[in-house]
């Protein structure tokens, strides 16, 4: 089942887990909260109650508005950012259960300070970063990548006092690192790093995994498909992705994400067996037929063998409408167990001039090599003669 508005880059979960099995899996969350919201109306029936679900959905008002409040600004940066953060950055923040508290933040990477924009962070507890909202600031209209965008060091905007830490800046006094490079060597150049990272911007929310983070896998969600399409499936797996309950569940604890993280590894294993199983059978029955075949043609006349092995041939322009298919699933299924760091299997390969097996060979005639063109002088079954004579 597609998701629209989420992106999973460089699968930071298999393509099949999220697609077909990640919706099934979440269903206990929707559950849990409905549950709650209903035990907060019994202890308050006058209280203004809704799960995160429901929160996540309603951001579509505040973000239309953000949008419609922006139009018309083009020499004011700062008034810009203070409606992004005032009109959607705080109520995204709240509806996903993370602290706002915009600042910049020092941090100290071989002996010297530099400043990253953060809009709120969860710490563990022992203190240490567990989660950081940095704040992707776009100053125009145009959508753009949070990863490309930079820090807005003019017009006093994201940075306010200089003393606290460096930002490198180009010829025009603009930020000129991306985001991509303040994520790698900024945030998790730290000697104490945050586990995750929640990239904001008007347009994406980014969440990062620092596990992940060396293959560049990420989860991307696209705001104006998920608040615009409505998809209730998307909203709910949005909701359940970001909220910090599942990133930074109070109390320690394992998160939620992990544990579909785990979920996902298995569903990509079972998929590669039940594929290996069904390749075994496909070779197996293939094989059966291929031994039939061979049996028959001992019982005829050579003059005879020519037409009988046209019969089991199969022409080359007419692949094997079976194991090519399996190989191909089987390959994409291990691609899978690779890309999620489980190495297991060594990965299927299959193409038209060399299959897996040349059982798509079985019945061919070869020719005698030392006279190119000639008359076939033998019957090739499985790679090896099988009788026939000239």
């Not at 007419?318 to 890309?339: E, H, N, T, W, Y």
Request: with cysteine; hydrophobic share 35%; proline share 8%.
């Amino acid at each position: 089942m597609a998701l629209p508005g989420i992106s999973n880059a460089n699968e930071f979960y298999s393509a099949q887990y999220l697609e077909s099995v990640l919706a099934g899996d979440i269903k206990k969350v929707r559950e849990r909260w409905t549950e709650q919201a209903k035990a907060q109306l019994e202890a308050d029936p006058m209280g203004d109650v809704s799960t995160p679900e429901a929160q996540f959905k309603a951001l579509r008002k505040p973000w239309q508005k953000l949008r419609e409040a922006e139009i018309g600004i083009t020499e004011e940066p700062a008034e810009r950012l203070r409606l992004q953060r005032e009109l959607f950055f705080q109520p995204l923040l709240e509806a996903l259960g993370y602290p706002f508290a915009p600042r910049a933040e020092p941090v100290l990477i071989g002996g010297e300070a530099y400043q990253v924009p953060l809009l709120g962070e969860v710490s563990n507890a022992k203190g240490e970063p567990w989660l950081w909202v940095v704040e992707c600031f776009n100053p125009s209209d145009e959508p753009a990548d949070p990863l490309e965008l930079t820090i807005a060091t003019r017009w006093g905007c994201q940075i306010d006092d200089p003393s606290l830490g460096t930002v490198l800046t180009d010829g025009d006094g603009q930020g000129s690192e991306t985001w991509e490079e303040l994520i790698s060597e900024r945030v998790f150049g730290q000697e104490i790093p945050p586990r995750w990272v929640l990239a904001v911007s008007r347009d994406q929310l980014l969440l990062i995994d620092r596990q992940k983070w060396a293959a560049s896998r990420l989860l991307r969600f696209e705001l104006g498909t998920l608040l615009g399409e409505n998809n209730p499936d998307a909203l709910l797996a949005a909701a359940t992705l970001l909220h910090s309950e599942h990133t930074c569940p109070t109390g320690g604890g394992t998160p939620l994400l992990d544990e579909l993280d785990e979920n996902s590894h298995k569903h990509a294993y079972e998929v590669s067996s039940d594929l290996k199983y069904a390749l075994r059978r496909s070779i197996n029955s293939s094989t059966s037929v291929k031994a039939r075949g061979s049996s028959l043609l001992s019982l005829h006349a050579p003059s005879h063998a020519d037409r009988d092995c046209r019969c089991l041939q199969r022409p080359p322009d007419r692949p094997d409408p079976v194991l090519p298919g399996l190989c191909g699933q089987l390959r994409a299924a291990q691609l899978d167990q690779r890309a999620q760091g489980d190495e297991r299997l060594p990965v299927a390969q299959h193409n038209s001039s060399h299959p897996v097996l040349p059982l798509r060979h079985a019945g061919h005639h070869r020719e005698d090599p030392a006279r190119p063109g000639s008359r076939p002088t033998g019957l090739v079954a499985g790679g090896a003669g099988a009788g026939g004579g000239s």
